[in-house]
C-alpha cells in the first residue's frame, strides 16, 4: 500500500493503491475500465498504479478493519463503524429501493415449517445463515423484525456454498433459512428454494427510505488530494462501465474470462440493472438519506456505537462526508 510519512508527494512518482472488492459482477463492472487501462489512472501530473484483489463480504469488512487496502468495497453497515478511519466513496454504493436481501429456505423443508407456524416459533426453532454479522444484511434483518433462534455465518464465494450448508442444515434435522445477498437473491429458484421475505422491501415499506447494501470507503490515511484524485479516477471508471455495459456482459458471458459468471445474460443485465446504475456512478441525494436513515436507527438499536452519543442526541451523530 502507499506510503504516507509524508502528505507531500513527488507528482512524477507512480503511486501504488491497493482495492479489494467482491467478485460480483457489479464490483467488476465498475473497475473493469481501470483493470483493462480503458480509461486513465491519472490525474492532472499525478499517476497511479491500481492493484486488486477480491474476497467475499465478511472478509471485505475485516480487510477494511485491518487496514488491508487502501480502497475496499464494504457493507454499509460496517462503513458507518469505520467512518473515523475511512471516508465513503460516491463511486460504488449500491442500494435497493424496495428491494435487497431476501430470506430463503427449502421448498417443503422444515424451516419453511417453522415459517408458516408464525414469529414465536421462528424465534425459538429457526437457524438462520447469514452472509456475516458485519454485513448489512445481517444487521437490518433484525432492525426490521426478523426472528430466529441461532445464527451462522456461511461465506458467499464460492456462490453454491450457503445452498449446500442450507441442504445439510436441513438433512441434520435443523430447520434453517439462508439470508441472501448479491447473486443468490436472483439465483434461490434454481437450487429448490422458495422466498420467505426481501428485507429490502420491508425496510423501504417502513422506513421511505431507500436500504444502503455497500459501498467502497478510502483510509483517511491517505493525503486528502490522493483521495480526491483517486475518487475522481473510480467516477470515471464506472462512468465509463455503464456506457459500455454490453461489452463486459459479453466477456462475463465467456467461459475462459476472468469475469465468468454463473448467471445467465438475462440474470446478469437484471443483476447489473439493480445494482450498477446512476447512484453507483456517484451516490444520488435520495440515496444519501438511506444511509443517514440506516445510521440513525442502526445507532438506537444499539448496531452501532458512537463516543459521547445519546438516543436524544442526533445533534452528535457522525457526518457521512462523501468523496
Known sequence: MLSTENSEFNSTQELHIHVAHSPDPDDRLMFWPLTSGLV????ADRPYLFSFEEADTQALNQIASTGGADVCAVSAIHALRLLKTHQPMRMGASVGDSYGPVVVTLEGG??????????AA???KLHLL?????TTAHTVAQLVGLLFASCEAVPIVPLTRVFEHLKMCESRGQPTAALLIHEGRLTFADHGCLKLMDIGELWTAQTGASLPLGLNVISRA????IRNDVSKIFI???RYALEHRDDFIRLAMNPGHTYHTALSSRQLRHYLDLYANQTTVSILERDQRGFIELLKRASNAGHLVFEGLKDSQQSLMPIIDWI
Not at 447469514?130 to 458485519?134: C, D
Request: net charge negative; hydrophobic share 15%.
Open 110 to 119: 422444515q424451516g419453511q415449517r417453522v415459517w408458516t407456524e408464525g414469529p
Open 40 to 43: 486513465r489512472s491519472c490525474v
Open 236 to 238: 470515471e471508471s464506472c
Open 122 to 124: 421462528c424465534a425459538e
Open 222 to 225: 491517505l493525503p486528502q488530494q
Open 130 to 134: 447469514t452472509p456475516g454479522q458485519t
